[in-house]
């Protein structure tokens, strides 16, 4: 089947899947970080405190990932996106009204848990479940919507800034989700249960067997997995958050740096399709051993780039990384460990990433207001990705002799 085939005759879904990646946006570190300067010049705070605040938030929206992201096995997508959507809008206003730090870290709560986690996992287990032969593509054209607002919305908004107060931004931004809601119900109004869907699409994963969260966790894999699940999303993150900081150990002007981010962008768009298709023709798996590689040598490189130019080469490698991240682990989660109880194994894997997504910028922040700025600490994070890519190695040789036949 050729990829315009695959949507058009699947364009509902897959329209619905890439809003709500694009709505997921507005909780995501690479817009939220963009006010970095204007938030911690309104509250007062230090790069640490900053990154304390931000990381707290996180954490604990990682732990109540574990509790909703089982949702997704038992209710609709055309019921659990339009709410996750109504209260991300209300985080963003929130943002706007908010005067106080506990209300700065009661609404980077919800901003972090809506967006980074629970509309993003939404969308990427309902393509798992969805699509079994097809999933590689499906789960890479819902993600298409998350790299269309990381091209537009951080150097949109940043030259917004310039003209309109950052607070009345987030008002702005509430309006995206909200108008997304009567979409995704149109799209979706024949969208079966998940548990029907399981049933009439059986993908079992290792051993033959649907396995359970309690199952996976019990598992050596998902523990080998651990480290390279916090990995990217940790220093990823990081390095979005710390884009003021970075610029100005850099010597660049804060715009200068955004608007290299379209670069990354398009590459990560290019990985995703290609990452797809690969997934479709060789597994997850072998793919997951290697997808860190690109991003380790983005943080042994970076620190010696003294220009622009080069620093856009050097995005490219971060995009390929980043844009591979979310089809290899979707059709990871599914090729390994069955689609039955995919929501609530895939929580735990999104709470690993979000928790990643916390540790980061807590930690550089951390270091930077103990005199060891971003640019210094790169090297360390790429051996970090070196390290972590050896352990999925020796998980994914183990696991693979135990996949059925068929993958």
């Known amino acids: ?10 364009a509902p879904f897959l329209a619905a899947g890439a809003i709500l990646t694009f709505c997921s946006s507005f909780g995501q570190t690479f817009f939220v970080s963009i006010f970095a300067g204007r938030i911690m010049g309104a509250y007062g705070l230090s790069d640490g ?8 938030a996180t954490m604990v929206s990682a732990g109540v990932m574990l509790w909703a992201g089982a949702l997704t096995d038992t209710v609709r997508v055309r019921i659990l996106g339009p709410a996750a959507l109504a209260l991300l809008a209300v985080a963003s206003l929130a943002m706007a009204a908010s005067t106080a730090v506990w209300t ?9 848990f809506l967006g980074q986690g629970m509309i993003t996992h939404i969308a990427f287990v309902a393509m798992a479940r969805w699509f079994v032969v097809t999933r590689g593509r499906a789960v890479s054209i819902a993600a298409m919507g998350q790299s269309i607002g ?3 919305l951080p150097v949109g908004f940043v030259a ?3 003209v309109y107060d950052w607070r009345m931004l987030w008002v702005a931004s509430a309006l ?3 108008a997304a809601i009567p979409f995704i119900r149109k799209f979706l109004r024949l969208e079966r249960t998940p548990q029907s869907i399981s049933a009439d699409n059986p993908s079992p994963g290792m051993g033959g067997h649907h396995w359970t969260r309690g199952d996976a966790l019990r598992h050596p894999l998902f523990w080998l997995l651990v480290p390279a699940l916090l990995g990217p999303p940790a220093f990823g993150t990081a390095f979005f958050f710390q884009q003021v900081h970075f610029a100005r150990i850099k010597g660049w002007e804060h715009v200068e740096l955004v608007a290299l981010f379209p670069i990354y962008t398009l590459t990560a768009m290019a990985t995703i399709f290609a990452t797809g298709a690969l997934i479709d023709r060789v597994g997850a798996g072998r793919l997951l051993i290697f997808y860190q590689v690109p991003l380790a040598l983005f943080f042994m490189f970076m620190p010696w780039v003294d220009s622009l130019a080069l620093a856009a080469l050097t995005m490219v490698l971060m995009g390929i990384s980043q844009g591979a991240q979310n089809p290899i682990l979707t059709g990871f989660g599914a090729e390994f460990y069955g689609t039955r109880h995919l929501g609530a194994i895939r929580s735990a894997v999104t709470a690993v990433m979000v928790l990643g997504s916390a540790l980061g910028p807590g930690l550089t922040g951390w ?3 103990r005199g060891m700025d971003f640019v210094e600490q790169m090297p360390y994070i790429a051996a970090y990705h070196v390290a972590t890519s050896v352990l999925v190695l020796i998980g994914i040789l183990r696991a693979r002799r135990t996949l059925p036949a068929a993958a």
């Not at 089947?1 to 699947?10: A, C, I, K, S």
């Not at 405190?49 to 707290?56: D, F, K, M, P, R």
């Not at 700065?104 to 972090?112: D, N, Q, S």
Request: proline letters at 3%; a negative charge; glycine letters at 2%.
């Open 1 to 10: 089947m050729t990829l315009l085939r695959f949507v058009r005759d699947n």
């Open 49 to 56: 405190e900053w990154g304390a605040i931000y990381s707290l």
């Open 104 to 112: 700065l870290i009661l609404t980077i709560f919800f901003l972090r």
């Open 150 to 152: 990381e091209a537009i």
């Open 160 to 162: 917004l800034m310039a």
């Open 176 to 178: 995206v989700p909200l």
């Open 367 to 369: 270091l930077i207001d």
